[in-house]
């Protein structure tokens, strides 16, 4: 269930757009603003996590290249007792769509915080209608 951005739509506080000059980050910073995201999560909901693991990338394939992030596995609703050593679901959130469309550091925070909650939520089993009702696609 992955988060796109669409041609000329806003996704949080960036907009797609061609700024010519890209925004210029490090992959470490980038890792960093992930990090921090992941730790803003309430406690009580990371506990609840199970078997996911969360990556950063630097771009995400060349047909989808406006893809922010990336959930991959069973969402925790789906699980039954036949989920059992499988490996980890995967969370990937793509450094280079988000600085193209981002025009500061601060928007790059927001956008990450939004991509990494869209694809948390994802594991939980929230469908990508919800999360656009909620604000957070």
């Known amino acids: 269930m992955p988060l796109r951005v669409p041609p000329r739509l ?3 506080r960036c907009e797609l757009r061609d700024n010519g000059g890209v925004l210029e980050m490090t992959r470490e910073e980038f890792e960093e603003l992930v990090a921090e995201a992941l730790d803003r999560i309430p406690p009580e909901l990371t506990r609840l996590m199970d078997n996911v693991a969360v990556f950063v990338e630097d ?7 406006e893809l922010l992030g990336l959930y991959e596995g069973t969402p925790l609703t789906d699980r039954g007792e036949w989920y ?4 980890p679901d995967r969370i990937t959130i793509y450094r280079g769509p988000t600085l193209r469309m981002c025009e500061s ?3 790059v925070v927001a956008e990450t ?4 909650v869209h694809e948390i939520a994802h594991h939980f089993g929230i469908d990508d209608e919800r999360l656009h009702a909620l604000g957070y696609g």
């Open 105 to 107: 550091r601060e928007d």
């Open 113 to 116: 915080e939004i991509t990494v």
């Open 84 to 87: 059992a050593g499988v490996l």
């Open 59 to 65: 771009e995400p394939t060349a047909e989808d290249p």
């Open 10 to 12: 806003s996704v949080g």
